[in-house]
């Protein structure tokens, strides 16, 4: 499909030649908007009331059909909290998924005792969920008084953890699972005979 522009086309670089810089650059718009605009949960007529462009026109842009104008890029970096640069700097939109190989999940800081976390999750500034593999001692024990909008899950793989949400009690054992909004007082303990292992995740709120 042609690609239709606000501004002069690009001219077509020789064949079998290598696309120079400022193609690259030009390529990539498309593809960092379509990421931050699902990274944030917008559809396009969303982001289009955002920007205040039509909905086609962002279309037309995230496909690569249309080269946008320097206003109509403005307004999108504007509406997506993204300088400018961000758009037309030689370096591509981040991965789509990202990985956390076996064994290198960073040990997260806690002063909850008897307890280590260690990070399942990466990139915490581009997902919502966050999660942790957590091994409580016996008598290990954590609390929180609320952490914002979002929720909390957490999934046990081995031994018991009581868990205290809002007044409300709750003991779960080996393959049993809490979920609970995160802005709730939550005391937990591990009053078992043996180390418990739960993973446990986190999700922000929009």
Known sequence: MARSTAEPAPESSPPGASPPGWESVVDAIGPKVRDLRQRAGLSLQQLARRADVSAAAIHKVERGDMVPTITTLLKLADALERPIGHFVGDDGPAAVASVVPAGAGAVVPT?????????????????????????????????????????????????????????????????????????????????GPAVARAVWLTTRGS
């Open 111 to 191: 002063e909850e005792p008897g307890t280590v976390r260690t990070a399942l999750t990466a990139a915490p500034e581009r997902f919502r969920v966050g999660g942790t593999l957590v091994v409580v001692d016996v008598d290990g024990s954590g609390s929180s008084e609320g952490r914002g909008a979002g929720e909390e899950l957490v999934h046990l793989l081995e031994g018991t953890l009581a868990f205290e949400v809002a007044g409300e009690r709750h003991t779960i054992g080996a393959g049993d699972t809490i979920q609970y909004p995160a802005d709730r007082h939550v005391r937990w303990r591990n009053d």
